[in-house]
C-alpha cells in the first residue's frame, strides 16, 4: 500500500513530467523552425511530361505571442527558397478561437502574405476559422470573409468553389479550391441552422470544362471519400497532424474519421491526398509529435 509520503513524491513526478511535457510542446515544437517535408510522385489522369513543384502553407494561425507577423514573414521567406511553380494556401490564416490569443488585422495578415512569390503565382482557399473570425460573414452569409477580401487586395487567388485553368510549359491542369465545410458549425445565421459548410463539391467539379489533370483544394480532409476519381490530387490541412499525439494517440482529432487523415500522403482506391500538418495551434499553443511543416510536392 502506498503511503502518503510516496503518494506525494508519485504526484510531484507525474506533475513534473506533465509540465515538461507542455513546456517542450510550446517551446520546442508550437514554436520551432518548419521542416521541409517532400513527397514525389506522380497522380493518376497526370499529363505526361507536366512537371509541377507546389509548395504548401497551412493553418498559420496568427496570432499574438504565438504567430506574430515577423514569424509567418519568415515562414515566407523559406518557401519563397523552396524553388515553386506554384505557392498554395490551405486555409485558417487567422485564430477564430480568440482564447489562444489576440488576434491580428486581416490587412496586416495579408500584406505579410503578399511577399509570397512564385511563377505561377499564390492561391489560397479558406478555413473554417477564416469563418469563425469573420463578422461580416456571420451577419451576412453571402459576404467573402475579411480576410478573404484582404488577401484578393493583397494579389492573391482565392478559390471559393471555384476553379481556374492554368498551364505550365504549354500543358494544362486545373486548380480548384473548395468552399470550407464547417463555415457555420461555431455560427448558425438565421436560415442555415443544418448547415455546416459552405462547400459544393459538384458546382465546382463542373467548372473544370475539359479532362485536364485536376489539383482540389480543400481545407478539411473529410470530404476526401467523395472526391472522384476525376480528381487527379486532393490537398488538405486543418488536422494539424493531431496537434497533440501521445504513442499514436491524437485526443483531439478534429476529424470525423479520426486519424484516418491525419497528415502526410494518403492513397485510397488509387485516389491521393496529401494532407500538410500545418505552422500555428489552436485551443492551446501546443504541439507534440506534429512539427510545424512546409509541404513541396513534386509531381510528374
Not at 46 to 65: A, E, F, N, Q, Y
Not at 125 to 134: F, K, M, R, T, V
Amino acid at each position: 500500500m502506498i503511503t502518503r509520503r510516496g503518494f506525494l513524491k508519485l504526484a510531484a513526478t507525474v506533475f513534473a513530467s506533465a509540465a515538461a511535457t507542455l513546456g517542450y510542446g510550446t517551446a520546442v515544437e508550437a514554436m520551432g523552425t518548419p521542416r521541409i517535408r517532400t513527397y514525389a510522385f506522380t497522380p493518376p489522369r497526370w499529363t505526361p511530361g507536366l512537371k509541377l513543384r507546389l509548395v504548401l502553407l497551412s493553418d498559420i494561425h496568427t496570432t499574438k505571442r504565438w504567430m506574430e507577423l515577423d514569424r509567418v514573414a519568415a515562414i515566407c521567406d523559406m518557401a519563397n527558397g523552396l524553388g515553386g511553380d506554384m505557392i498554395l494556401l490551405l486555409g485558417d490564416y487567422v485564430n477564430g478561437m480568440p482564447d489562444l490569443g489576440v488576434p491580428l488585422p486581416e490587412k496586416d495578415i495579408a500584406a505579410c502574405l503578399r511577399k509570397l512569390s512564385a511563377p505561377m503565382g499564390t492561391h489560397a482557399i479558406l478555413g473554417n476559422h477564416d469563418y469563425w473570425g469573420s463578422w461580416n460573414f456571420i451577419r451576412e452569409p453571402g459576404m467573402m470573409p475579411k480576410i478573404g477580401r484582404a488577401l484578393e487586395e493583397a494579389g492573391i487567388s482565392v478559390l471559393v468553389n471555384d476553379a481556374v485553368r492554368l498551364e505550365k510549359d504549354g500543358k494544362p491542369f486545373w486548380l480548384a479550391g473548395l468552399g470550407d465545410q464547417l463555415a457555420f458549425h461555431m455560427q448558425h445565421p438565421a436560415g442555415r441552422e443544418d448547415d455546416d459548410g459552405i462547400d459544393d463539391l459538384p458546382a465546382t467539379l463542373a467548372k473544370t470544362t475539359d479532362d485536364a489533370p485536376l489539383i482540389l483544394m480543400a481545407h478539411e480532409p473529410d470530404v476526401f471519400p467523395d472526391v472522384p476519381e476525376r480528381v487527379s490530387l486532393t490537398l488538405s490541412g486543418h488536422t494539424h497532424g493531431g496537434q497533440v499525439n501521445l504513442f499514436g494517440w491524437s485526443p483531439a482529432m478534429n476529424s470525423r474519421f479520426g486519424t484516418r487523415f491525419r497528415g502526410g500522403h494518403i492513397v485510397e482506391n488509387g485516389r491521393h491526398l496529401v494532407v500538410s500538418r500545418g505552422l500555428g495551434c489552436t485551443a492551446i499553443p501546443v504541439r507534440l509529435g506534429a512539427w510545424p511543416e512546409i509541404v513541396v510536392l513534386d509531381l510528374g
